[in-house]
């Protein structure tokens, strides 16, 4: 690899050079003298300095003439402009030119040498890039000034050793830029050379333990201060900018004074004679026959040829003399890499960090774009063609389904980025028109995703300022189709050229006239500051325009004007309010008189007003080293930055206006937009709003800013989120509030608890119950009527909802008023069961700490939220019901014996009988209780009588689920253990099952009644039916139990019990095991007092057991008939072991050895045709 770098050489131009332009050779009397013979020689003179020291302040001295005049020119001039203006130009001249036309800024080296973004993946709402602040270029230092020669503050942090550049991790190392830091640190770019508009070097990678060392030739051409195109042997395949050419450019930047300048080598042959040109061309394919031989030989014969083509133009072209008049000046960019990413991460899907990657691009445009580089609409046209080219677009068309939410979010992004560019103040009318003519040829396109899913339609035009009238229905609006690049289109209709609007963002001390026209009153408010009174999405659009192409002060101005029209809307909104407010109340409901939500909104208007306006007040801003292409930044620091001198107010800052702006948004009250991504998107937009301003650091100031916002809010009446009235379609403020609260608590205690239970209600899932009525908490039904099916994110909201409640008992804890009136709030505005026993979990963990002793007053709150849990669910389906049951009894153990007793007497109202018993009865008189509790006997008791009382009553209730616990529980009462008994004879003839009779009867034998046992057993097995074939059923346990305790008890009630099982039982083997069990022992052997055993077995001759024996043959004859009549040869062998067990039954009584050969011959006769079956038959029994 390193070999082929070598080979590659640097004095051919490279293969995307646009620097190809023809230089003609002056006349000898336009030639200009040559300079000195040091300047000859190569380097820059005196004027190139040393790198200083980071933060080191040089001597500052003006500099000439000379450089101010060559630095303007080669930023702003091509070179073939110079020469065709002037008819000499000085060899001193052309050298600064040249000198000063490389980029003279390390930001933008690193600008197209890595991804960078600031904020993570959220890249609309972050706006950007690295550089963000750097975007009013002031004048430049000469070279040696400073640490690097045009670059921004903080730049020459990015001269510091690897790993020591300002917040920059171990992560960042491995970017382009980073590596080609340590490159040029460690002293791997040499042969430094700068022909003209082209510069080259070598820039060796050091070895490492499975590398050798790789040197690798970097070749650069620029022009008017930008890099042009680039060539490095390395064969990059990439966007932006490898290591390699990254040191290359930096070496240049930093060490100006060590490259060796030369003119162009147009001007160096023009100053050789024939034979110093023969010489030297002679030389050159000496050098490199090999490569360039082919070529020499055919310009020699096209030069020779006086016809050919080559000798029809003036002049030859030369790599190293900068581009044409007409060549585009922009820095360069990989489109066909650009391309091949992008399609690549479309293709991954949003997944293996795809979408991140997406983001990031977007990021770089945004970064272009404030940098005001052309690239950054160039890049954005390449992504939104290869966007529009995602074969999934048709796929999803075709079937009727909607993109995914990651995918969903990107294209937002793309529509809010062209919205950018169009707005643009600065843009030209011709590219303004072609973008708008692309951006419609897309739209137009049936795969074009709408703006808001299938709901695109329902938004108003960017361009109308909608009116505030409450009856306006937006179902008079237009409906077109709507895609993501609409709002982009309808950008054409606006302008800059308004003149309040040019004064608004051009000056700082603008204010309304002493005397005002009538026309001009609406233009200012009472204290004279400007109000823009525009459509206000549209309006922010504007800033977010300034702001992304790298106007941030006038930005900052028009978003100041804008909030001063919020606020005067709000004042009058409140004036309004107050007339009203008598009707609205007793009305108890309002309409929605904000027709578009601000938050939620495809042009987030209020984060681009925020960002505008902290991003005025970073403390860190200056480092663009601080973050890496896939890791998050460090939090910003913000400070006070006050507001302009030409601003009334003058204690206010910047910052605290910017929380006011987003308290306004937040708090406004708004409709929930239709279809599940726009609602998504409302939820979403709320989270990143939030997570900037948990980023504040609350001080006094901003307090102040908090307490007065929150007071407008809760007295804002219809236009507010939290006012008094709101309309049942509202969106909740439940996520905002718990941020209010939280902030403020420390701060306003009383104001914080007034506004979050204010947010505490959910409208569309209220009922009629009047608002202010809280006499009845537990009017909340289980089943909620009219849960509104356009609500897709209503299980979001109300965990939200479930959060804010969970905070506020929290911080209530050991307030009993307070903890009163949050659990009133929840009972009436809380309406999920599950979440309202997460709350209840939440508050006995808190109510509880380990370490600590628990407090009463949350436990309380805790127990009455599980008892309302428990009314909730009662008679709903849930598959957490047990988990429910269980968890009340421990918290009501822990609140004390008076809760357990209360649950215990009102089980009906709470638990089914069988909870009851099963769990909330048998856990109350449990040991572990007892302990835990440490009850006295008459506790004990007390505990103990209510649990026999609850237990005879469900059993009463429901004695097929409950008579064996009502047993359990009653053991040590005789009369209520008699109740029970009698509760679960009752209902033995009823609906019990077999099963649950044997559990009981087996359970009467455990406790020493064998009696009743055997009464009890005798009743389940009137219940059983066994067929021939169930000989694995569950019952057989039950009856060969049933059997030996009858064969215990005696002949008399073994003579009872079989004919209950000839009876119930039909399979041949059970009877056989059951007769075989009867035989081997003598009955009467269980003990009873009064009774005798005989000590005699029985026979099988004789009464009870001939009848058992008998129906045990005949259930042998009768399965192996029906086993015979499908059989297949593959249970031939089992067929013969089942007919060897019927033999030990048929031999058991005298004649039975006749009875089994007989039935054997028949078996023969009647199945003759089954021969193979009957040879093993005829084999094994004759």
């Known amino acids: 690899m390193a070999e082929e770098g070598e080979r590659e050489e640097l004095l051919s131009p490279p293969p995307v050079s646009p620097a190809k332009r023809l230089c003609s050779w002056p006349s000898p009397r336009a030639h200009h003298p040559r300079g000195l013979p040091g300047a000859a020689s190569g380097g820059v003179g005196g004027v190139g300095g040393s790198c200083l020291p980071s933060g080191a302040r040089p001597h500052l001295q ?71 602040s750097l975007t009013e270029e002031g004048p430049q230092p000469p070279p040696g000034a400073t640490a690097q020669a ?47 508009f082209h510069l080259s070097g070598t820039v060796t990678e050091p070895a490492t333990t499975s590398e050798p060392a790789m040197t690798y030739k970097v070749a650069i051409s620029f022009d008017r201060c930008k890099i042009t195109s680039v060539t490095c042997g390395c064969g990059n395949r990439d966007i932006f900018y490898c290591a390699h050419v990254v040191a290359l450019s930096l070496y240049r930047i930093r060490k100006p004074d060590q490259v060796k300048l030369r003119l162009p080598i147009s001007e160096t042959l023009f100053q050789m004679n024939r034979d110093q040109l023969q010489k030297f061309i002679q030389y050159l394919i000496t050098a490199h026959h090999t490569e360039v031989l082919p070529t020499a030989q055919k310009l020699a014969d096209e030069i020779l040829s006086s016809n050919s083509e080559i000798n029809q133009v003036n002049g030859a072209p030369d790599p190293t003399a900068g581009a044409s008049i007409d060549d585009e000046n922009c820095w360069h960019l990989d489109e066909e890499q650009v391309k091949e990413q992008v399609k690549l991460f479309l293709s991954q899907g949003g997944y293996y960090g795809s979408g991140k990657q997406l983001n990031s691009m977007f990021a770089k445009v945004r970064e272009m774009l404030r940098m005001r580089d052309s690239n950054g609409a160039r890049m954005l046209t390449l992504i ?154 549209t ?257 979001h909201l109300e965990s939200q909802q479930c959060e804010l409640a969970s905070t506020m008992l929290t911080a209530a804890k050991g307030d009993t008023l307070r903890l009163r009136t949050i659990l009133e709030a929840i009972q009436k505005h809380i309406h999920s069961s599950s979440l309202i026993f997460k709350l209840a979990q939440d508050a006995f963990k808190i109510a509880t700490p380990t370490d600590s002793s628990a407090d009463s007053t949350l436990l309380n709150v805790a127990l009455e939220l ?36 209360s649950i215990l007497q009102s089980w009906y109202t709470l638990f089914t009988p069988t909870e009851a018993t099963s769990i909330v009865a048998a856990t109350a008189v449990s040991h572990t209780t007892i302990l835990r509790l440490s009850l006295d006997y008459p506790q004990r008791e007390e505990l103990a009588s209510c649990a026999r009382t609850l237990a005879l009553q469900c059993a009463m209730k429901d004695p097929q689920s409950c008579a064996l616990s009502a047993l359990t529980l009653c053991e040590k009462d ?137 129906a045990t043959i005949n259930a042998y004859i009768n399965t192996t008939h029906s086993r015979l009549t499908h059989i297949s040869p593959r249970h031939y062998g089992e067929f013969i072991e089942f007919l060897s067990k019927a033999r030990e039954t048929f031999l058991l009584p005298q004649d039975g050895h006749l009875q089994f050969a007989q039935f054997i011959d028949n078996l023969k006769q009647i199945y003759k045709g089954k021969k193979k079956l009957m040879l093993l038959v005829r084999e094994r029994f004759g």
């Open 974 to 1110: 005789h009369i209520a253990f008699e109740a029970a008994y009698q509760i679960a004879i009752d209902a033995a003839a009823g609906g019990m099952t077999h099963s649950q009779l044997f559990t009981i009867a087996r359970y009467m034998e455990l406790r020493g009644y064998p009696l009743r046992a055997f009464k009890l057993a005798s009743l389940a097995m009137s219940h059983l039916n066994l067929a021939y074939n169930q000989d694995t059923h569950p019952a057989i346990n039950d009856v060969l139990w049933a059997c030996a305790l009858s064969h215990s008890l005696g002949k008399n009630e073994l003579a009872a019990l079989i004919p209950l099982v000839v009876k119930s039982v039909h399979c041949a083997t059970v009877l056989s095991d059951i007769l075989r069990r009867c035989t081997v022992t003598a009955p009467g052997l269980a003990g009873i007092p009064g009774r005798r055993s005989s000590g005699k077995l029985m026979s099988t001759d004789k009464a009870p057991l001939r009848q058992l024996l008998d």
């Open 384 to 537: 939104t063609e290869q966007f529009m080219a995602d074969p999934r677009l048709t796929l999803w068309r075709q079937q009727g389904t909607s993109m995914t939410d990651k995918c969903r979010q990107l294209w937002d992004e793309l529509g809010a980025l062209w919205v950018c560019i169009i707005l643009n103040p600065h843009c030209k009318l011709e590219e303004k028109s072609s973008w708008l003519q692309q951006l419609q040829k897309w739209s137009n396109l049936d795969v074009c995703p709408l703006e808001d899913g299938n709901y695109g339609h329902e938004l108003p035009n960017i361009t109308n300022a909608l009116s505030q009238n409450a009856n306006h229905s937006p179902d008079s609006l237009p409906r077109p189709r709507r895609t993501v690049f609409t709002r982009a289109i309808e950008g054409r209709e606006l302008h800059w050229q308004d003149s309040h609007l040019q004064r608004i963002i051009n000056s700082d001390i603008y204010v309304a006239p002493a005397c005002q026209q009538e026309s001009e009153r609406l233009l200012f408010n009472s204290q004279g500051q400007p109000l823009w009174l525009e459509h206000v999405p």
């Open 539 to 795: 309006a922010c659009a504007r800033v977010d325009a300034l702001r992304s192409h790298g106007y941030p002060k006038e930005a900052l101005r028009l978003a100041v004007a804008i909030i001063n029209t919020l606020r005067l809307q709000q004042q009058r909104q409140l004036e309004i309010y107050k007339h009203q407010k008598k009707e609205l109340l007793q009305r108890g409901t309002t309409t929605i008189t904000n027709l578009e939500g601000w938050v939620g909104h495809p042009l987030d208007p209020i984060g681009c007003l925020f960002l505008t306006l902290t991003e005025a007040c970073r403390l860190n801003d200056d480092s663009y080293l601080e973050v890496s292409d896939m890791n998050e930044s460090r939090p910003p620091v913000y400070q006070h930055v006050p507001m302009a001198a030409g601003c009334p107010n003058s204690g206010e800052s910047y910052l605290s206006l910017a929380l006011e702006v987003a308290l306004m948004g937040m708090g406004q009250q708004r409709v929930m937009p239709e279809g599940l991504y726009a609602q998504d998107k409302v939820c979403r937009n709320e989270e990143q709003l939030l997570s900037r301003l948990q980023e504040l650091q609350l001080d006094d100031t901003l307090v102040l800013t908090l307490q007065k916002q929150c007071i407008l809010l809760l007295e804002g009446g219809p236009f507010s989120g939290l006012g008094e009235v709101i309309h049942r379609e509202s969106v909740p403020m439940h996520t905002f509030a718990k941020y209010l609260f939280s902030a403020l608590l420390p701060h306003d205690p009383d104001l914080s608890y007034k506004l979050a239970l204010r947010a505490m209600r959910l409208p569309v899932l209220e009922n009629s119950v009047s608002p202010g009525d809280t006499s009845h908490p537990h009017h909340v039904v289980s089943v909620v009527p009219s849960r509104y099916p356009r609500w897709f994110t209503l299980g």
């Open 150 to 196: 045009g670059s921004a503050p903080g730049a020459a942090a990015a001269g510091a050793s690897p790993g020591q550049g300002a917040g920059a991790g171990a992560a960042g190392e491995g970017l382009p830029f980073r590596r080609g830091i340590r490159l040029l640190d460690s002293g791997s770019v040499e042969n430094v050379l700068q022909v003209g």
């Open 62 to 132: 003006p500099e000439s003439l000379l450089d101010c005049a060559a630095k303007t020119v080669a930023e702003k001039w091509a070179y073939e402009r110079v020469e065709e203006r002037f008819e000499r130009i000085p060899e001193p001249v052309q050298r600064r030119i040249v000198y000063w036309s490389f980029p003279r800024n390390e930001r933008e080296i690193c600008m197209y040498s890595s991804f960078q973004y600031r904020g993570g993946p959220s890249v609309s709402a972050a706006g950007c890039a690295a550089g963000a």
């Open 866 to 901: 599980g008892l309302q849990v428990m009314r909730m669910t009662l008679s709903t389906l849930n598959w957490r019901r047990r988990e429910m049951v269980r968890w009340l009894v421990t918290c009501a153990t822990e609140v004390g014996v008076r809760a357990l007793v």
